[in-house]
Every structure is written in C-alpha cells, then in structure tokens.
C-alpha cells in the first residue's frame, strides 16, 4: 500500500482538529500524524516553560519529526492516507512538508482542510473539553486528546474513571494567545498552499462533529474520483 493521500487538517485551537482527524484515522489504511508524539521529550519540554512559545517547535526538529514519521510510513507500506492533525503550522512549514512529501512519497496527493468556527463556538468548545492525565500519558503532562465523560459522572473519564481536567493551553489567557497567533499565520500557510497549487478547502466546522468527518470524506472521494 503506497502513501497516495495527504489531508493536513488546521484551523483555530479547539476547532475541532483532532476529533476530526482522530475519527477519520481510524479508517483502515489511514493514520494520524501529530507533531509532538515525533519530537523528542527535551525539546517539548523547552517549549512549555514559556507561553510565549505556546508549544512552538523550531524547524529543525519539525523537519526530522516529519522526515522520520513519513519515512517509517512508506517503508512499513500498511498507510494510503495521512492526515496532518494541526500541521503544518507556518507558511514555512507548509513547504519543507510539500518538499518533504515529494522526496518520500512521490505522486502523493495533498488536500488541505482549514476548520472554521464562530469565535465564541471556539471559547465554549475549550471551555468544556476535557483531557485525560491518565489515558493519554503525555511526556510533559500536558494532555491534548479528548477525553469522554462518563455518562454517570461528568467530571470522570468514561474510560478509566479518572478525574478529567481542562487541556493546560484552553486557560483563557493562553488561548486567546494562541487564537490570535492562528490569525497571524493563517495568511502564510493559504499563501504557501496556493503558490504551490494546493487547494485549501475550508469547512465550517460549527457543526457536529459527524457532519464534518463526512464532509471531508465527501471531498476525498469526489477529488479522488476527479483523478
Ligand atoms: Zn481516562
């Protein structure tokens, strides 16, 4: 099974990137691709002790997380699709991945999926979302996944019962930091897309989550079929 399709999927934090990709991964032949499970722990480490770096990683250790990721992925030949969970992140980014995926996988398709969302969509959705410390083990305790309630408790995972927590970077301060550090690099990354003849479809994403996994999966099939 050859890399054939790459979906990166960005938009404002809490737009819903990673319940839509998480849900679309679990296709078979698809996979997930999120930066910091591929960037070693000192550095994700470097990256939280400022918020004014807001998890920024450096375009080095981006590069070689992304050549290593692709590279197993080809060479295990298990993944047709990948999709990027909030990634890339700068119009600098968008290119070392396009140069990235032509070197790894030559002929890959890229369709580039930008979430939209009322603001106050957005506020609301980070204000109740939930995270996991126990199901989701992250190296520098700062969990992203989200978490499933418990139908019996609201404030307890569904999943081992545990005490969920609001994610560390949905603090009001910090995502109004991190909102308006999307506005700033959103113009980059479109432009880097454009210039080299990807298309960027924007999906609003204020819908259910459903809605927008089959919205997505529509565009793949009907530009598949296109090819
Ligand atoms: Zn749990």
Redesign the pocket.
């Given at each position: 099974m050859t890399l054939t399709v790459a979906v990166p999927v960005v938009g404002p934090p809490a737009a819903g990137k990673t319940t839509l990709t998480a849900r679309l991964g679990q296709a078979p032949g698809c996979a997930v691709f999120r930066l910091r499970e591929h960037v070693p722990e000192t550095i994700l480490a470097a990256t939280a002790t400022s918020a004014e770096r807001l998890g920024w990683i450096d375009d080095f250790n981006v590069v070689t997380a992304l050549r290593g990721y692709l590279d197993t992925t080809v060479k295990g030949d298990q993944t047709s699709t990948v999709f990027f969970d909030n990634f890339p992140g700068t119009g600098t980014q968008v290119r070392l991945f396009l140069a990235a995926l032509e070197q790894h996988a030559p002929g890959c398709t890229v369709h580039a999926v930008e979430l939209a969302s009322e603001v106050t969509t957005l506020y609301r959705r980070a204000f109740q979302r939930r995270v996991?410390h126990?199901?989701e083990r992250d190296p520098i305790h700062d969990p992203r996944l989200p978490?499933e309630p418990s139908a019996e408790d609201a404030q307890r995972?569904a999943?081992?019962g545990?005490i969920l927590h609001p994610r560390r970077g949905d603090a009001p301060r910090l995502l109004r930091a991190r909102l308006q550090r999307y506005r700033q690099t959103a113009d980059g990354i479109r432009q880097a897309f454009a210039e080299a003849g990807v298309a960027v479809t924007r999906l609003n994403s204020g819908t259910s989550p459903e809605q927008t996994a089959q919205a997505v999966t529509a565009l793949l099939t009907s530009r598949i079929r296109q090819l």
């Open positions: 996991c126990r199901c978490a995972c999943r081992c545990g």
